[in-house]
């Protein structure tokens, strides 16, 4: 018997650094790339056997320790499904989704593994298991995620997030199209947010409005998706990117493809994440979606993924 499941990538739609302050965050699913999960049975006494493809690695799940990230959210998965034994599985795990790049690569695998895990065991595997052994996983491994890869990774839908409080998936009105472009810059998220917290160190008074300002921005844009008001959504992309701007985590090169991205048609453009590199995010439409990705391609974008955000459903 073979059990495959797969899971999206993520994306930060908007907020980004004011979230650190208590203010609102949009993430969605990056559903053009994705994790998959293979589990097939194996001769009996072969036991369990975990292959990380991409990374060309094998190992058995009796020999792999604790600290290991894979055997960890299996080990959680098989507990889960009240499963004492190791069992004669193999494991193949893939993904295309780019590693450390904002797009939440590892709580893809493990959503996939979980998944595949869980309905190979003959058990459900709901959005709320997913998410929550996921979380678990992150939690172990990490020491305190904040909830929103694995949420909007195991909903496959928007996800508001505010800190210290529990992330809330919310309905799409209408469907819309992401060109997002990989600068091929390394995002230094680690700097930029210390950057920005020693700025706001400085000027508590001046970054707390700039935070609040953004705020406004993400419960605009939560209402724009809940509509489905597509120029609403660009417009206030545009806004978040001023507001990221004023915070010093931009970057000519970002700029530059957002510009490009603009200038080529679509609604609304901005940086996603730390910021200084990484990912721009635009917003397109079916006449513009192609000439968008041309110019950001033209501009020195490394790599363009298109992905539709309100149609996935779950696999």
Not at 137 to 156: C, K, Q, R
Request: glycine share 10%; with cysteine; net charge neutral.
């Amino acid at each position: 018997m073979m059990t495959t499941s797969t899971a999206s990538g993520k994306i930060i739609l908007f907020g980004e650094h004011a979230v650190v302050y208590g203010r609102p965050a949009i993430a969605v699913p990056v559903t053009q790339v994705r994790a998959t999960a293979t589990v097939t049975d194996a001769p009996a006494g072969s036991g369990c056997t975990l292959v990380a493809q991409d990374l060309g690695e094998a190992v058995r799940l009796a020999d792999a320790g604790a600290d290991h990230p894979l055997a960890l959210v299996l080990r959680l998965a098989l507990d889960a499904a009240g499963i004492a034994r190791e069992p004669d599985w193999r494991v193949v795990l893939t993904s295309d989704i780019p590693i450390a790049s904002g797009l939440g690569s590892g709580a893809a695998i493990s959503a996939a593994l979980v998944r595949a895990a869980l309905t190979h065991a003959g058990q459900p595997a709901p959005p709320e298991t997913v998410s929550r052994l996921v979380y678990r996983s992150e939690e172990l491994f990490h020491g305190t995620p904040s909830g929103i890869d694995n949420t909007v990774i195991a909903y496959e839908r928007p996800v508001w997030f505010v800190k210290g409080q529990p992330p809330e998936s919310f309905a799409v009105g209408q469907p819309f199209t992401l060109a997002i472009a990989d600068s091929g810059i390394p995002s230094p998220t680690k700097e930029s947010v210390g950057d920005v917290r020693r700025a706001w160190e400085a000027d508590p008074a001046g970054y707390e409005a700039i935070f609040s300002r953004i705020a406004d921005v993400v419960h605009g844009a939560r209402r724009a998706i809940r509509d489905g008001n597509l120029a609403a959504i660009g417009a206030l992309m545009n806004v978040n990117q001023q507001r990221l701007e004023a915070l010093g985590v931009s970057s000519a090169e970002l700029e530059k493809l957002i510009e490009a991205a603009r200038g080529a048609g679509a609604l609304g453009a901005k940086l996603s994440g730390g910021g200084r590199g990484g990912n721009v995010i635009a917003l397109v439409d079916e006449q513009n979606a192609a000439a968008v990705q041309a110019a950001l391609l033209a501009a020195g974008a490394k790599r363009v993924i298109l992905t539709q955000v309100g149609t996935a459903a779950i696999r």
